[in-house]
Nanobody, 123 residues
Framework: QVQLVESGGGLVQAGGSLSLSCAAS????????MGWFRQAPGKEREFVAA????????YYADSVKGRFTISRDNAKNTVYLQMNSLKPEDTAVYYC????????????????WGQGTQVTVSS
């Protein structure tokens, strides 16, 4: 069992930056790939980024590539999402998720989810 708690969301102007954190409970954290997803009002949940447990490889949606960076600290049971050059279309609730290998960008393969944190980017 893994429990996830996100933090770091908020309101920022376009072009600004935010850093999200996801703290995980339990020793099993190091067994899971970690991902970030987001869901805007009226839209489906979409993949943002993931980091693999096997070799630390990172994966990004095309819409955030070059602007967002995902990282993990297994010693702290924490995964991060650094978001730079934010755009109004990045506005959404951001969710942290844990899933067993292999890597996937499909939300249905992630077993554990946080409660979400709101990110709002004003124009």
């Amino acid at each position: 069992q893994v429990q996830l708690v996100e933090s770091g969301g908020g309101l920022v102007q376009a072009g600004g930056s935010l850093s999200l954190s996801c703290a995980a409970s339990g020793r099993a954290f190091s067994r899971y790939n970690m991902g970030w997803f987001r869901q805007a009002p009226g839209k489906e949940r979409e993949f943002v980024a993931a980091v693999s447990i096997s070799d630390g490889s990172t994966y990004y949606a095309d819409s955030v590539k070059g602007r967002f960076t995902i990282s993990r600290d297994n010693a702290k049971n924490t995964v991060y999402l650094q978001m730079n050059s934010l755009k109004p279309e990045d506005t959404a609730v951001y969710y942290c998720a844990a899933g067993r290998p292999p890597y996937t960008d499909y939300a249905g393969r992630y077993e554990y989810w946080g409660q979400g944190t709101q990110v709002t980017v004003s124009s």
